[in-house]
């Protein structure tokens, strides 16, 4: 089982950039693919972006798509999702689950199998 912890979130302005990071546990981290999903306040949880293990594919939602790029470091077990641009429709709480079964990008949250506590994104207007 993979434990993962995602960092990286706070305040900040409409227009500006955050990174969040997705540490986790686990000797086969680099098998799994990791997707970004946010959940806003009374709102449904939404895919964001994935990637897939080696890092050669990802995936990205319309509503970040040239605003946020995922990327991973499998030598240090580590996903990055860097956000420019923010606005404040992006506040949410940001989490990064992991799939330890599939072998493409999901968009769906019921086919990640393993997900952190999350981590808080706000973006004042």
């Known amino acids: 089982q993979v434990q993962l912890v995602e960092s990286g979130g706070g305040l900040v302005q409409a227009g500006g950039s955050l990174r969040l990071s997705c540490a986790a546990s686990g000797r086969t981290f680099s098998s799994y693919i990791i997707g970004w999903f946010r959940q806003a306040p009374g709102k449904e949880r939404e895919f964001v972006a994935g990637i897939s293990s080696s890092g050669g594919s990802t995936k990205y939602a319309d509503s970040v798509k040239g605003r946020f790029a995922i990327s991973r470091v499998n030598a240090k077990s580590t996903v990055f999702l860097e956000m420019n641009s923010l606005t404040p429709e992006d506040t949410a709480v940001y989490y990064c689950?992991?799939?330890?079964?599939?072998?493409?990008?999901?968009?769906?949250?019921?086919?990640?199998?393993?997900w952190g506590q999350g981590t808080q994104v706000t973006v004042s207007s």
């Open positions: 689950p992991a799939s330890t079964s599939l072998f493409t990008i999901a968009t769906m949250q019921n086919e990640y199998d393993c």
